[in-house]
């Protein structure tokens, strides 16, 4: 891991760092999300999209910030939040947990699908993220308070994949009922996909 220089907040430092080293040169990697359902990561950017049930992971880093260089930079050509500005926006005082920074999100954050739909997720920020089956919505995996406050880490997000920008996921074989993924980096970037049976209307 690359040394930090003086002047950033070490704390933050490492827990981005943790999950930013060597996502961009992660293989493709099948992992089991649940009994019923494969995730495929890829750092490669396809675009096939032949289904049309997609999600898109979004950030809107800075890339003029040299505070994001540290833990991987920022990958987006344009974007407007440093690094202070998001630290800043993750807490509230009126919240007891992490409310997190709102340019960070999954879009759409509820999906509904007809089963055996397969659903392929992009990164289309400048950052890491992962797009992880929790059974209860939680904490992520980078032990810094300024990404978890208040919550209780997801047993599902030690194991998750890193996607880079640029890389996709497909979901699949997801059985009938409600399905939570959320980023195991930053914990409020969270989405439903509601599995129907096929036989019921309304299939986004």
Known sequence: ??????????????????????????????????ADAQ????????????????????????????AWDPTGGC???????TLAEFNAENNSPLAASVVGHQAWRNDPSYLKIRRGRTVKVRNEGGRVHTFTEVQAFGGGKIPSPALNKGLVTAPECPGSINIPPGGTARVSGLAPG???????????MRALIKVKTGNEHGDH
Do not use: K, Y
């Open 1 to 34: 891991m690359s040394t930090f220089r003086d002047g950033f907040s070490a704390l933050v430092a490492l827990a981005f760092a943790a999950a930013c080293t060597d996502a961009a040169s992660r293989e493709p990697v099948a992992l089991d999300a649940s």
């Open 178 to 188: 409600n399905h939570r993924f959320q980023c195991c980096i930053h914990p409020w």
């Open 39 to 66: 995730v495929a990561a890829s750092a490669s950017g396809d675009d096939d999209d032949s289904d049309g049930r997609r999600i898109a992971m979004r950030d809107d880093c800075d890339p003029r910030d040299r």
């Open 75 to 81: 990958q987006l050509r344009r974007g407007a939040v």
